[in-house]
């Protein structure tokens, strides 16, 4: 079992920056793909960066790329997203979530999500 707890949700204006952490428990961290999605109001859960178990696969969101970061710290069991030049558009539920043990490549879908985080706000105002 995995637990997953984001942080670092907010209010920021349109060009600001936000990091968002999300720990998690057990052992298992650092043998999982790591995933951010979020879910504007109104919308469907979408995609917005992935990264492998090593770190050295990253993928992104092309509405995200440039502009956010995802990183790990397995020592720490955390994954990080850095979300900078923010956007009104970036309004959403950001979520993190934790594909299965082993596996080798970074995921993009919510069908291969094996833990899901509850969720932070994020709200970027004009």
């Known amino acids: 079992q995995v637990q997953l707890v984001e942080s670092g949700g907010g209010l920021v204006q349109a060009g600001g920056s936000l990091r968002l952490s999300c720990a998690a428990s057990g052992r298992s961290f650092a043998n999982r793909p790591m995933t951010w999605f979020r879910q504007p109001p109104g919308k469907e859960r979408e995609f917005v960066a992935a990264v492998d178990r090593s770190a050295s696969i990253t993928y992104?969101?092309?509405?995200?790329?440039?502009?956010?970061?995802?990183?790990?710290?397995?020592?720490?069991?955390?994954?990080?997203?850095?979300?900078?030049?923010?956007?009104?558009?970036?309004?959403?539920?950001?979520?993190?979530?934790?594909?299965?043990?082993?596996?080798?490549?970074?995921?993009?879908?919510?069908?291969?999500?094996e833990y899901w985080g509850q969720g932070t706000q994020v709200t970027v105002s004009s």
């Open 60 to 113: 992104y969101a092309d509405s995200v790329k440039g502009r956010f970061t995802i990183s790990r710290d397995n020592a720490k069991n955390t994954v990080y997203l850095q979300m900078n030049s923010l956007k009104v558009e970036d309004t959403a539920v950001y979520f993190c979530a934790a594909g299965p043990q082993y596996r080798v490549t970074a995921f993009t879908r919510a069908i291969d999500v």
